[in-house]
């Protein structure tokens, strides 16, 4: 069955196949000349994940997004993996930190795009908490009221071939609104035989909305 999965960037000039580990499964070592690498590729249980969220279903240009990534490894076996989050020129990175349940080398902080290589043990996972400010003004090319996507893929490199590629990709989208701004209450009083007015703009929300208050 093919998996579409890629074993590599490297120009094979040998190939060979047996069950190196003797779990009953073939496995793949690959030869290569020059620059390349002679690489071992073992058909282990691979079965990892990702989730992402940011908690909110809209946001104003200039606000800040607090993104959630949580990256599982289900299998028995250890994962090394890449975790590169995709950059934007809608949103501006700042710190990041992670927070591992189980086991793995990976580090726990950082700044700017989450772009990770790390290992993570079986049954284990790990979460990233990172903040992006969405750019104000937006560009004229991503009209208030639009879509803002951010996504992240993770790719295993070591630890076996995942057989379920569906959840190695994850996204959260955000509608944007304009620049928040704060809304205005007008009084306009006359005297005590006339009525007074309230006026009150609600200008952050997607429609300008106003109110008024007679009193």
Do not use: M
């Amino acid at each position: 069955t093919d998996q579409g999965a890629s074993l590599g960037a490297d120009r094979t000039h040998g190939i060979g196949l047996g069950d190196l580990d003797r779990d009953g499964d073939l496995d793949i070592v690959t030869a290569n000349v020059g620059d390349g690498t002679n690489q071992v590729w073992v058909n282990a249980d691979s079965r990892i994940s990702v989730t992402k969220t940011s908690k909110v279903t809209a946001v104003a240009s200039g606000e800040n997004l607090a993104y959630e990534i949580v990256v599982k490894n289900h299998a028995a076996t250890e994962a090394e993996l890449t975790v590169p989050d995709t950059a934007s020129d809608w949103l501006y990175f700042g710190d990041w930190t992670a927070t591992v349940v189980g086991t793995a080398s990976a580090s726990t902080s950082g700044s700017g795009v989450i772009a990770e290589i790390i290992k993570l043990g079986p049954s284990s996972s790990i979460t990233y908490a990172a903040e992006a400010r969405v750019a104000g003004p937006l560009p004229s090319n991503h009209p208030a009221g639009g879509i803002l996507t951010n996504r992240v893929i993770v790719h295993s490199l070591r630890g076996g071939l995942d057989d379920d590629f569906s959840d190695n990709t994850a996204h959260d989208s955000d509608i944007v609104l304009p620049s928040a701004s704060r809304g205005s209450i007008s009084f306009i009083e006359r005297d005590t035989n006339f009525v007074s007015l309230i006026h009150i703009s609600e200008p952050t929300r997607p429609r300008l909305i106003s109110y008024a208050v007679f009193c």
